[in-house]
């Protein structure tokens, strides 16, 4: 008799459309991490309301030239399509017939998600050569700003971010890409 191990399937991100495809994802927030379909818990009125109180902001900072995408895919490979609270990307709406792949910010807003943003997810965006990252934590009411990903082998993606900076609701953040722009922290916050 042969022994056959149960094994983990991956799935890429052509299935992993085709699966949408078919419906098979109606009515569910999920996204494609490492080739993992992860399902999203349902966002709460507070994360709501810091994604639409972000998205403001950066579009004030950011101005034209510049896209501002709210939960929408960033095409992180073959095997990964995640999506973001927010990215600021380069450009138009029109300039994107695929999902970007990179992008100059990305920002999740974090209440009950908080460890997989700063593990999972932040090994993926440092992998990804996403230079700027940050995570508005409304457990802890403060910006998490991660910048420089460096190699890591011990982080899920091979990656992490080598500098990380807090700041609380009376302090303000400057984004790489807008190095001349304030932005306060409470500015975020519901």
Known sequence: MQITEPRTFRWTRDEFYRLADLGCFDQ???????????EMPVPKPPHVTSVSLTEDVLRIVFGVGFGIRTQSPLNLGAMSDAEPDISVVPG???????HPTGALLVVEVSETTLAYDRGRKGSLYAAAGIQDYWIVNLVDRQLEVYRDPVPDPNES??????????????????????????????????
């Open 28 to 38: 569910r927030r999920v996204e494609l991490i490492e080739g993992e379909i992860i």
């Open 92 to 98: 138009t709406p029109r300039d994107y017939t695929e």
């Open 157 to 190: 993606s091979g990656f992490r971010y080598n500098t990380r900076t807090v700041f609380l609701s009376g302090q303000s953040a400057s984004p790489l890409a807008a190095p001349a722009a304030s932005i306060a922290v409470a500015d975020l916050l519901p």
